[in-house]
């Protein structure tokens, strides 16, 4: 039989002649290569070593040793269910080998990021700012503005380049959507004139603008786990005891067009999502900080 590593390699080649994105091909590296690493310590090497027993025991060693929740050990399995499934198909294995192993019960829940939390996040980061006048620190800054001020994903804002910003027609073109379809987002008028106004700040101070919106001093694209640390420093630095993620200030759009007044139809353009279901979920999540916006303009004022 084949050797696990082999396989792999085979698979990747194969999802990338599928047309898998660039995004989707790295989690599969990356999840390999830690899997790798377990399956070595084990001494598992080739493709008849696996088992449903063993994708158990791999998952386990997530969550005790390495601390994963549930959503990422679900993510986990999703991957090795892909080449479990490639590997069944194309005859290597009597049967899939993550056969019975049951995703875990996530809390589906949206982390909830208070105003109160981002603007104490901008506040210190205008502070900042004035006091150190550093590249990073007026980069982090326009970087959560844009986020919390535009509804993008992680994955969309690492792949943003000043070329995909038209700021004549105030839109964002995504390049890689999740639904991998061409999509655009619309600039509000106070965004478009930060993002102008970093775009003026990075010529002055690099000298040049980099193709990348968002870079290092070098002028290196940032990647996903350097976005992921500056949110932690953040949140750190701050001392926020709640949720500070990327995707929480994404559900904070949300939540915000929600509280000002958007139609379910507008917000599920804005945010993209592909099902309206998915828009309305978000209701029925943050109707506690709804019920404010009810208080304000409450329909029975002046009738009792």
Not at 172 to 201: F, G, N, W
Request: net charge positive.
């Amino acid at each position: 039989m084949a050797s696990i590593e082999m396989m792999e390699k085979d698979f990747l080649a194969e999802k990338k002649f599928e047309g898998l994105t660039e995004n989707s091909l790295r989690s599969y590296v990356d999840f390999f290569k830690l899997w790798n690493e377990w399956l070595a310590q084990e001494g598992i090497e080739r493709v008849e070593g696996l088992n449903p027993r063993v994708t158990k025991a791999f998952l386990i060693w997530c969550q005790d040793v390495r601390k994963n929740k549930p959503k990422t050990i679900n993510t986990k399995l999703k991957l090795m269910r892909a080449f479990a499934r490639w590997l069944n198909e194309e005859q290597l294995t009597e049967l899939p080998f993550t056969k019975g192993v049951k995703m875990q019960r996530e809390d589906d829940a949206p982390k909830i990021l208070s105003e109160k939390d981002l603007q104490d996040v901008l506040r210190h980061l205008r502070r900042v700012k004035r006091r150190e006048n550093t590249f990073t620190s007026r980069r982090n800054y326009t970087l959560i503005l844009l986020l919390a001020g535009s509804g993008l994903r992680l994955a969309e804002v690492c792949s943003l380049r000043w070329a995909d910003v038209d700021f004549d027609s105030s839109l964002i073109s995504i390049r890689t959507s999740k639904s991998r379809k061409a999509q655009s987002v619309p600039l509000s008028d106070s965004l478009r004139a930060e993002l102008l106004d970093y775009e003026d700040y990075l010529q002055r101070k690099l000298g040049r603008l980099p193709e990348a919106v968002f870079t290092t001093q070098e002028g290196k694209p940032l990647k996903k786990d350097s976005i992921q640390n500056v949110f932690k420093r953040l949140r750190a630095s701050v001392g926020l005891e709640s949720y500070f993620s990327p995707h929480t200030l994404r559900n904070f759009f949300i939540k915000e067009l929600l509280k000002g007044g958007a139609n379910l139809r507008e917000v599920q353009l804005l945010a993209r999502h592909s099902k309206i279901d998915v828009t309305k979920q978000y209701i029925g999540y943050f109707a506690h900080e709804l019920k404010e916006t009810l208080d304000e303009n409450n329909p029975l004022r002046g009738l009792l």
